[in-house]
């Protein structure tokens, strides 16, 4: 993301998480930046540049976090399965 405003680089990841659904992690990974420069463009940044526009990616995010100990469950319960499948 090198030569791209802060300003244009809030907008392209909030864009990006609410076309996606994808999480600040994943959005960090995809673009190259570390996850507090993703929260922070997202969540202060664009309150600034583009307030319905952080809007949006808010909700994308509360459903994100709302979803999280599902996702960790699952991540969990597939780690031991493979764990299972060896011992039987």
Do not use: C, W
């Not at 990974?29 to 526009?53: C, M, Q």
């Not at 995010?61 to 699952?74: C, F, V, Y």
């Amino acid at each position: 993301m090198k030569g791209v405003s802060i300003e244009e680089r809030a907008i392209e990841l909030a864009q990006y998480i609410i076309d996606s659904k994808d999480t600040v992690r994943g959005a960090a990974k995809k673009f190259g930046i570390s996850k507090s420069t993703v929260h922070k463009d997202v969540s202060e940044r664009l309150k600034k540049i583009n307030p319905s526009l952080a809007q949006e990616v808010r909700k994308v995010l509360d459903e994100n976090k709302a979803e999280r100990h599902i996702r960790g469950g699952m991540a969990t319960k597939l780690k031991y399965s493979h764990l299972h499948e060896l011992k039987s």
